[in-house]
């Protein structure tokens, strides 16, 4: 016959087992969840950074050139174009899934110039990846599992020289 002691022993061993058993998935849950929001953060601030530099070159190409330079027209073929290249350079292996929409909108105009600008409106959808097991199902959109959409819309004035 066991003592008491070891007795008492072995029975709390196997109790601290059992609380560990029921502890370590919400655990781990948790710290899969922390890890997959700092995924997301770091993703969102990657789309965002990525609309604004397609934006800038969007509103740089689309200025006037010398051929419509005097009527003030504003081309946005070549534009569009250059940010497809770019936006393909930047998400190489998800190009495909990456959408780009481009509108050109006025804005009030110029108390200098008198004229009105026109802004170059770049909105960005981007399809993140979540990796953690859990968490990417919570934080999910709702149609498409184990991806979040990433929405970043930039505002940009167009770059027209001043002729006067």
Known sequence: ?????????????GQVVVELLLILPVFLMMIFFIMELGNVAFQTILVHHCAYELARIGSLIAGPNQSNARNGQVSTGLARSK????????????????????????????????????????????????????????????????????????????????FK
């Open 1 to 13: 016959m066991l003592p008491a002691r070891i007795f008492a022993a072995l029975k709390r061993g």
């Open 83 to 162: 940010m497809q290249a770019a936006l393909q350079e930047m998400f190489p292996q998800t190009y495909g899934r990456a959408v780009l929409s481009v509108t050109i909108g006025s804005s009030r105009p110029d108390p200098q110039s008198g004229s009105t600008n026109e802004d170059m409106v770049v909105a960005l959808t981007y399809p993140a990846r979540l990796v953690f097991p859990f968490s990417s199902r919570m934080l999910s959109s709702p149609n498409s599992r184990g991806y979040r959409k990433i929405m970043a819309t930039v505002k940009m004035p167009i770059e027209k020289p001043l």
